[in-house]
């Protein structure tokens, strides 16, 4: 008896040390960079998001000639100037696999410390144009380059990408979440599979 209770303690105090792990691990469906972040997460339409609400106005648009490129417009309504923390900006493709954004004034080819946060002052538009990167290692230098392929996805109707960006206000982070579902029918399957890589 005195080795059963044994046995069930043991197994009680390594549940109780799982349900205390459980709680520090980060959200698999989040950026890991910014667990405690409040998130805005919302669905766009076919090639486009959009979100408005009392702090801020954005848009998300596929540019119809490159389906791998993003016109975001950002408008700030607040009375301070906010930060894009470009940094911080993943690209999720339709495998879910996580790559930087370039910007305007951030080229292919530029060490990832070129991705510098960008203000928006307070009253102002931000218009930009986005596209994923990926990081590659030349010369003990992390630098950004384009994705395998570059010519867009093909393949299903409803390709789901997603762009998580950090925008920093008053002092506090938060993230916002497009989910974009790309209509592309005239790509190949060859493209899909080159933007999965």
Same mark, same amino acid.
């Given at each position: 008896?005195?080795?059963?209770?044994?046995?069930?303690?043991?197994?009680?105090?390594?549940?109780?040390?799982? /349900?205390?792990?459980?709680?520090?691990?980060?959200?698999?469906?989040?950026?890991?960079?910014?667990?405690?972040?409040?998130? !805005?997460?919302?669905?766009?339409?076919?090639?486009?998001?959009?979100?408005?609400?009392?702090?801020?106005?954005?848009?998300?648009?596929?540019?119809?000639?490159?389906?791998?490129?993003?016109?975001?417009?950002?408008?700030?309504?607040?009375?301070?100037?906010?930060?894009?923390?470009?940094?911080?900006? !993943?690209?999720?493709?339709?495998?879910?696999?996580?790559? %930087?954004?370039? %910007? =305007?004034? !951030?080229? %292919?080819?530029?060490?990832?410390?070129?991705? /510098?946060?960008?203000?928006?002052?307070?009253?102002?538009?931000?218009?930009?144009?986005?596209?994923?990167?990926? /990081? !590659?290692?030349?010369?003990?230098?992390?630098?950004?380059?384009?994705?395998?392929?570059?010519?867009?996805?093909?393949?299903?109707?409803?390709?789901?990408?997603?762009?998580?960006?950090?925008?920093?206000?008053?002092?506090?982070?938060?993230?916002?979440?497009?989910?974009? %579902?790309?209509?592309?029918?005239?790509?190949? =399957?060859?493209?899909?599979?080159?933007?999965?890589?």
């Amino acid at each position: 008896m005195k080795g059963l209770t044994r046995g069930w303690s043991r197994w009680l105090l390594l549940m109780v040390l799982l /349900a205390g792990c459980a709680g520090t691990a980060p959200d698999p469906d989040g950026d890991g960079a910014t667990p405690s972040a409040p998130e !805005v997460a919302f669905e766009g339409e076919y090639n486009e998001a959009c979100f408005s609400d009392d702090l801020l106005d954005i848009s998300l648009l596929v540019r119809e000639e490159r389906p791998l490129a993003f016109v975001l417009t950002l408008t700030n309504k607040t009375g301070a100037p906010l930060r894009v923390l470009w940094d911080r900006v !993943v690209f999720l493709d339709a495998s879910g696999n996580p790559q %930087h954004v370039i %910007h =305007q004034g !951030v080229a %292919h080819g530029q060490p990832l410390e070129s991705l /510098a946060p960008t203000s928006v002052a307070a009253g102002a538009t931000l218009n930009d144009l986005l596209q994923p990167a990926k /990081a !590659v290692l030349e010369n003990d230098v992390w630098r950004l380059a384009p994705l395998s392929g570059g010519r867009g996805p093909g393949g299903p109707p409803e390709l789901r990408l997603r762009i998580d960006m950090p925008l920093e206000m008053n002092g506090r982070v938060a993230l916002y979440r497009f989910r974009v %579902h790309l209509e592309n029918p005239e790509a190949s =399957q060859e493209d899909a599979q080159e933007l999965r890589r």
